[in-house]
């Protein structure tokens, strides 16, 4: 019951935000420019179908959702296993900031998902080490929950798992589970 609460609440959180971001979109969404590598936000089908398995069994997708994001793009999704000795919920956002270039000087995307992800992860937090970008991973608010940014370019990754399951995994091994996770969306962008 606990975490279907949980999935519930991860499902309300991301349908707020993205709400907020087409409230304070005044006018048509923010457009990409000419040097942004990401030119929108990934959809959710860029999580491997195989990893999200192995973290969960059979977890339902209870949020798919793309909208505007104040100078970018936002994609959330989330997936929870309901009713199963296994499982638990992964949530996934996908941040694409385009340049701004009204600014003077000019603030590039790049620049605006770097502060994104400074913003984003607590003061004292472990690197880990992907193949590219800048990664942060740590315990969650939530206990057995892990938490992971990931920027590459001018996209910022956000994970957020908690699983459960007769023998929980070690808080080192839900970080190890989130971080091969990262890796295999890596691989697909």
Do not use: K
């Not at 589970?177 to 295999?184: I, P």
Request: hydrophobic share 40%.
């Amino acid at each position: 019951m606990r975490w279907g609460v949980i999935g519930g609440a991860a499902a309300v959180v991301s349908a707020a935000a993205i709400g907020v971001g087409l409230w304070t979109a005044n006018g048509p969404p923010d457009e990409p420019y000419p040097g942004d590598v990401y030119a929108a936000a990934p959809g959710c089908e860029l999580v491997p179908g195989e990893q999200l398995e192995a973290l969960l069994g059979q977890a339902v997708n209870e949020t798919d959702t793309t909208g505007p994001l104040n100078g970018g793009e936002h994609t959330s999704c989330a997936w929870t296993t309901h009713g199963s000795e296994e499982g638990g919920t992964l949530r996934v956002g996908l941040s694409v900031r385009f340049t701004d270039a009204s600014a003077d000087p000019l603030v590039t995307g790049e620049e605006r998902a770097a502060e994104s992800l400074a913003a984003t992860v607590p003061m004292s937090v472990e690197e880990a080490d992907l193949s590219e970008g800048e990664t942060r991973v740590w315990s969650g608010r939530v206990p057995g929950t892990v938490e992971l940014a990931h920027r590459v370019d001018n996209l910022l990754v956000r994970i957020s798992y908690a699983g459960y399951s007769g023998d929980s995994p070690s808080a080192d091994e839900a970080e190890e589970e989130v971080v091969e996770l990262a890796t295999g969306l890596g691989e697909s962008l």
